[in-house]
């Protein structure tokens, strides 16, 4: 399905929440359900409900603020932030909180 305002671009908002969800799967080393548990969580439900609300909808000046010691937290902002990319959009989350920078010990992986 594709969705867009007078203002947005067409986005297929299936194809886009498809990819973040493989992206931040991988990142994050979670699975798929683990991520829409996190998602159920939250006051969007799901990935493109936020895809809707935030990228092509009327809330496009918005960005999360995230605790990222909060394991949901921290996947909203890594699917805000991958959203944001997939959709070339500048806008990333605000990320606070205890944050693990990517090493080789751990992989190369940040905790958010």
């Given at each position: 399905m594709t969705t867009s305002t007078p203002d947005a671009p067409a986005i297929d908002k299936e194809a886009v929440a498809s990819g973040v969800l493989e992206t931040v799967a991988y990142r994050m080393q979670l699975t798929p359900i683990q991520i829409k548990r996190a998602f159920i969580l939250s006051s969007w439900v799901t990935i493109e409900e936020m895809i809707?609300?935030?990228?092509?909808?009327?809330?496009?000046?918005?960005?999360?603020?995230?605790?990222?010691?909060?394991?949901?937290?921290?996947?909203?902002?890594?699917?805000?932030?991958?959203?944001?990319?997939?959709?070339?959009?500048p806008r990333r989350a605000m990320r606070v909180g205890e944050w693990t920078p990517p090493t080789p010990s751990n992989g190369g992986r940040s905790n958010g």
């Open positions: 809707e609300r935030e990228f092509a909808g009327a809330y496009r000046g918005y960005f999360p603020k995230c605790s990222m010691d909060l394991r949901a937290e921290a996947v909203i902002a890594e699917v805000f932030d991958q959203l944001a990319i997939a959709l070339d959009d």
